[in-house]
């Protein structure tokens, strides 16, 4: 099983892409026959988790980005 690293470090799909395959996956459920449905929706859990872990990356990165600037209240 990859960790949340490995997983991230060699996926990188911008945001609007995910959103879509989101979308597509969604509608591939819900037209889903009873024995397709658990694949379906094993595909799209897959797909909201490396969606998750997308945004959680990129709001490290802006939290990181910003220990690196100066405070410029303390002027």
């Known amino acids: ?21 989101i979308r597509q996956l ?15 929706i094993t595909e799209l859990q897959a797909a909201l988790r490396e969606y998750a872990l997308h945004i959680e990356n990129m709001a490290i990165k802006d939290i ?3 220990f690196g600037k100066p405070d410029r209240r303390r002027r």
């Open 26 to 40: 969604c509608t591939q459920v819900a037209g889903a026959s009873q024995s397709e449905l658990a694949g379906s």
């Open 1 to 21: 099983m990859a960790t949340r690293k490995t997983v991230s470090a060699h996926y990188c799909v911008p945001s609007r892409r995910h959103e879509d395959h």
């Open 64 to 66: 990181l980005k910003g």
